[in-house]
């Protein structure tokens, strides 16, 4: 018995034609590499690449009650979101776990554009509709694209189609028009890059694209798949749902306090999760940098004076460090709060790592 067929971003035959190596992810038929994982990690840290990200959900949520639905529905303060702004939020169940990580941009005071993780598109919208309430509405982006413009080089490749759009701040967001086509910009970034992420449905950005990659020729632009995507968050920490984040985990064990607002009033899950912070949490959530060779895996056990004491979620070789890192969680009882060193267990070896607080990468 066969699963239900691979769906297929917009992009699929620029990815064909461009060599990329194609594989399942999320339900998709997506790149994973164009050349190798290493250069086009490199590209992007010093000059430019271009993630298809079409496969990312994307929601508008509109009316008079907009905002106030969207308050109510995740961690972070949208009711203080501006329009042309931008905010990272979690989705979460009333236990505190973990639904998903989302980004909400503000296009009008009443108007949103709802970002959402491919493998949890369907959940989220489940989740959404079934706690909508006033007037308030969603609408699914009708066949939805989206590119990831990431690096250096970044602004200055844009800055060719659109002053505006080289004007907007860190977690901006507008709705422009370049090269006669509508297309929503931010500035978001998930490379610890400067970078924009371009959203629309598919035909303006099909049209779009090929002229994003002639221009950014000039800059050394190149197209970049999962796999590099994924070694440039990591060096940043940047948390990846269904390794990082679940619902058995609560978004405070997952280190993202920063992003749980208890002062703006009653959200879902803020029960449970101010009672969390009351208490302390059962686990937490740590970065680990090798000290010798070796490549952390999601499943490695975390060690600790020999014992095991919790698990890496996500773990990689990073290019621009050239050593092993990871993330994971820990049990908070048997990881004292002040641990500097503890070890990676890899192929039966205990490879000794320092504790830090991400971001791996840090730019000079």
Known sequence: MTGAPLQRTPFYAHH???????VP????????????????????????????I???GQVWVAGPAAR????KLVTNDVGALPPGRGVYALLCKPDGGVIDDLYIYCLETDRFLVIVNASRAAVDIKWMKENLSGDAM?????????LALQGPSAAKIMGHFSADALALPKNGVAELTIEGNELVVARTGYTGEDGFEIFSPAGHLLQFYPSLLKRGSDYGLIPCGLGARDTLRLEMGYRLYGNDLDEHHSALEAGLGWAVKFGKGDFIGRDSLYN???????????GLRLADRGVPRHGCPIVLDGKGVGEVTSGTF????NIGIAVGY??????????????VRIHERDIPADVVVPPFYKKS
């Open 54 to 56: 079409s496969h990312m």
């Open 276 to 286: 969390e912070k009351t208490k302390g949490s059962h686990r937490k959530f740590i």
């Open 16 to 22: 064909v034609a461009a060599g990329g190596k194609l």
């Open 138 to 146: 969603l609408i699914d982006q009708p066949q939805a694209a989206a």
């Open 330 to 343: 820990v049990e908070a009882e048997r990881f004292p709060a002040g641990a500097v060193r503890a070890a």
């Open 318 to 321: 990073s290019p621009s460090l």
């Open 25 to 52: 992810f999320a339900g998709w038929e997506m790149p994973v590499q164009f050349s190798t994982v290493m250069a086009e990690h490199k590209a992007v840290r010093e000059r430019a690449g271009v993630f298809d």
């Open 68 to 71: 106030a639905f969207l308050q």
